[in-house]
């Protein structure tokens, strides 16, 4: 792919090309398109807030240990994830692949609290099928774990590439847009937190 | 641009950490264990949401590096179209809600 665009050494590799910068101006253009389809899945959750159907409710099931530690889980995935991306501008191929490997540890943890709060939910008689609020609430938070799950897999294939062919302007491409995917699925999860978590306990 | 502090402690990123646990326990303060109103509860609470959204924008995910500008359009445009689905949802199902009753 013999570019022939001249390594300039005020920017990170990962800017280098255009090619470069428009796939991740492209990048956060899809974030655009992601933000626009969580807002109709939060829109639907607010509208449906309160349709129980005589089924239990947000108040009785949250509890805000388990929320606290899925959100601090998060949090910091999000940090370390950053680590990474700061780790690869000091050209740390090394350093690169211990945050992200990390970062991948901590989703990995997420999902697990998270399933075990779902499962509590079920337990407890809460289903995807009790009531509109219960839909609205697993529709909303499944597809961010979904999301979650993609990132996992998707971050894997980037550690296998940088590991294979280190740090150069393709490889670093990927990963960054691998790590603004990671921060977009905080940014989703701060909204959840507040939104769906906090007001639930509050209502 | 970031170019030139490559080798530099990480503070943007270890200062952005400590805002978002700092907004996330403001967050559970106001909701849980303060004595405000409903309404101000969730003002607020949605408030620190949206600083917190904002340090990650900023000093996670380098918004304002590459195509900065149109990086920024992108994202403030999805966040208009966000509120207006959001709030125009929750406006117009209560408006029809008042006025079946």
Redesign the interface.
Known sequence: MGHTETI?????LE?QTEKS??N??GF??F???E??L???L???Y??LTGRLADGPGPGELFE?KGV?IE??IL??S??T???AI?EM???SKKGLMIWFGLTLLLGLGFLYFEIEEFIHYVHEGATIQTSAYWSSFFTLLGTHGAHVSLGIGWMIMILIQVARHGLNTTTTRKAFII??YW??L??VW??I???VY??G??? | MAGNNHNKFPWNHVLGFIFSIVLTLLAVWAALYSSLSITAIVWTIVTLALLQAAVQLFMFMHIGEGEGKAQKGTIYFSAFIAVVIVAGSIWVMNAMMHSMM
């Open positions: 300039d050494p005020n920017k990170p800017y910068r428009l991740i101006l956060w253009i974030l655009g398109a933000v626009a969580f807002a109709t939060f829109a639907t607010f509208v805000i606290l959100t601090f949090l910091t999000s940090f994830c950053g680590i700061h501008r000091r050209g790590s603004l921060h977009f905080d940014v701060i909204f937190f507040t939104g906090l007001m306990m509050v209502m």
